[in-house]
């Protein structure tokens, strides 16, 4: 315990910001959702958030969080409500087959499942997920104390991402997805991510887990233009992947599925998969990084937010 507090102080010394980082940890469950995302965004980026009139991107996104919560949102981002509106939308052929879906752990019964899955939360982002290559290998009480840990959590409370915050929080079963396509020399499976503003998708960033010099495990990722060139900014946050990728032969079909689902939605991004020839929904995501992944150079900040319209006769008093 007192490495971990001396770790902490140096942290602190080093940067002065990190004080109210952790004290937020104390405080913010009593802030209210305005007052919390202010000064989580002067912790994070050193500036005051401005919500009368917000210019860049992930400052838009902070507003977004506050006033544009639209209750069908929620379902969106709701891993297992997701499926009937995109199988409404652009049709059941691009869902993932699910292999089960339940309330808690305990009630999976691993030997129904095949021998490599993934297993999911629904109302979070990656929180108690499992990652099965070989159901030999795992270890079952501990897979079940992840989620159940998971479950428990308010996703929402952590940045105030308002459409997580009445997610039924629930598991789902999927198959584990291996890319055999001879073009994919990462090695590993790539999300193809498209950044739609008003149903217009602008640019995508393609990611996947860094496995060069023993990365494994930490998200790189690519950001390009819907000609598939690089674009002229990147994100702070990532570094980019080690090699380029091959541009998807139906990439123009996913361009279109994108649009589809974004259609009359300020912003969301759309998360596909083109896997052995297929085209496969992953998620949508309203935001991105929480909001604080900030675009590199600076500038592009802004230059991003200009796309993103906001909604109109808002209530700003929340």
């Not at 992840?146 to 929402?156: E, G, I, S, V």
């Not at 009359?264 to 083109?274: E, K, N």
């Amino acid at each position: 315990m007192i490495p971990k507090i001396r770790s902490i102080c140096r942290n602190i010394a080093k940067d002065p910001k990190k004080i109210i980082s952790y004290s937020l940890l104390v405080v913010g469950p009593v802030l209210p959702d305005k007052l919390y995302l202010q000064v989580k965004w002067w912790s994070v980026t050193g500036r005051t958030l401005n919500l009368r009139s917000p210019q860049g991107f992930n400052e838009k996104i902070q507003w977004l969080k506050l006033y544009n919560r639209r209750s069908e949102y929620t379902a969106l981002a709701d891993k297992y409500e997701v499926r009937k509106y995109v199988k409404k939308t652009i049709g059941e052929e691009y869902l993932l087959p699910l292999l089960g879906v339940w309330e808690r752990a305990e009630d999976i019964d691993f030997k129904q499942l095949p021998d490599q899955f993934v297993l999911k939360c629904t109302h979070n982002s990656g929180g108690g997920m499992c990652l099965c290559k070989d159901k030999k290998q795992l270890n079952i009480p501990r897979v079940v104390q992840a989620l159940n840990t998971a479950l428990k959590k308010n996703f929402y409370r952590q940045f105030r991402e308002w459409v997580y915050k009445d997610i039924p929080p629930r598991i789902i079963a999927e198959p584990f997805l291996i890319d055999r396509d001879s073009s994919n020399k990462l090695g590993t499976l790539i999300d193809y991510k498209f950044y739609c503003f008003n149903g217009e998708p602008k640019f995508l960033y393609v990611g996947a887990d860094d496995v060069s010099q023993g990365k494994k495990g930490e998200l790189a990722l690519s950001v390009l233009d819907l000609d598939w060139k690089p674009a002229p900014f990147g994100r702070a946050d990532h570094q980019p992947l080690a090699q380029a990728v091959d541009k998807p032969k139906q990439f123009e079909q996913m361009v279109m599925l994108a649009r589809k689902l974004s259609r009359g939605i300020p912003f969301v991004r759309v998360d596909l998969y083109w896997v052995n020839g297929q085209i496969l929904f992953s998620e949508m995501t309203f935001y991105p990084g929480a909001g604080y992944g900030l675009f590199s150079p600076l500038e592009w900040e802004h230059k991003i937010g200009k796309w993103l319209a906001l909604p109109t006769g808002t209530n700003h008093e929340r």
